[in-house]
């Protein structure tokens, strides 16, 4: 079954029906009525259908209604009288018609080809409904956009330090989602304390962040600053390597300074 039906709001209240339930077991006949020729097999029979009928038993239809026969039978027996339906029996099979089925279903809708045939009413029908689709799913992903906003949350976590090279910090964070690593706010204070803990006077937070980002980690470890051959200039104008016990500059003071600096980084970040 395809496309819809048309019911105007006084099938509710009609005086043919005593209640609801047979006004909708009315319209439950009209959305399983032919709305065109076509031939159905029922019950092992082959019929020929023209607009507007249906082919059902009584037994079938008080199923169909949660009713029993006789609620069907009397029902039938009242539409009929008021000339609602007309019911012919077959080759053994009750086939109902539903009357004046072209006057409220009829193929044209205002501002529509009055000559439209039923195979252009089907097309049309189901270019509306695949608009409609459209539609609805445009307006179910404009409603879903602040779904994206948990993932600016966790963006916001692992905040860019103020000390990181922001380059150097794009890079990095690429390196943890290629290895899938959390940005969360547990994650981004394990990353303080680990650049806290490695921090030297020849390696300070951010030659530690460019030297774990240019070998592809997410993280900071030790192993970053052993076989370095990143040298910078010492203080006396030569060359050293970094890291290590290596370079005049490696005094306790300096050693100190620099964790210190560190470590209030983190303490503040702690207490925002």
Known sequence: MIGYA???????GHPAFRNDAEAMAFAYMVLRA????????????ALSLNRGQLA??????????????G???????????ETMVETVSETGVLVITICNYDRFQSYSDA???????????????????EQ??????????????????????????????DWADPSVWADFLQNRKRKRLTNTATAHKGFLEDIARNTEPDWPPGRLLEAATRRGH?????????????????????????GGNGGSGGSSGGRSTTLDAAERWLARRAAQ
């Open 111 to 129: 501002g529509e080809t009055t000559g439209e045939t039923p195979d252009e009413t089907d097309a049309r029908q189901t270019q509306d409904t």
């Open 34 to 45: 032919a709305w065109k020729p076509t031939r159905v097999r029922y019950k092992g029979k």
């Open 132 to 161: 409609e689709d459209k539609e609805y799913k445009k307006k179910e992903e404009r409603e879903g956009a602040p779904a994206a906003a948990p993932a600016r949350a966790r963006s916001d976590a692992f905040p860019r330090p």
């Open 56 to 69: 059902m038993s009584v037994r079938d239809l008080a199923d169909a209604m949660d009713r029993d026969k």
């Open 6 to 12: 048309r019911f105007h709001r006084s099938l509710i």
């Open 71 to 81: 609620w069907v039978e009397r029902l039938l027996k009242r539409l009929k009288s």
């Open 218 to 242: 997410g993280a900071i470890y030790p192993s970053i600053k052993e076989n370095s051959n990143d040298r910078v200039p010492s203080r006396n104008g030569t060359s050293q390597r970094m």
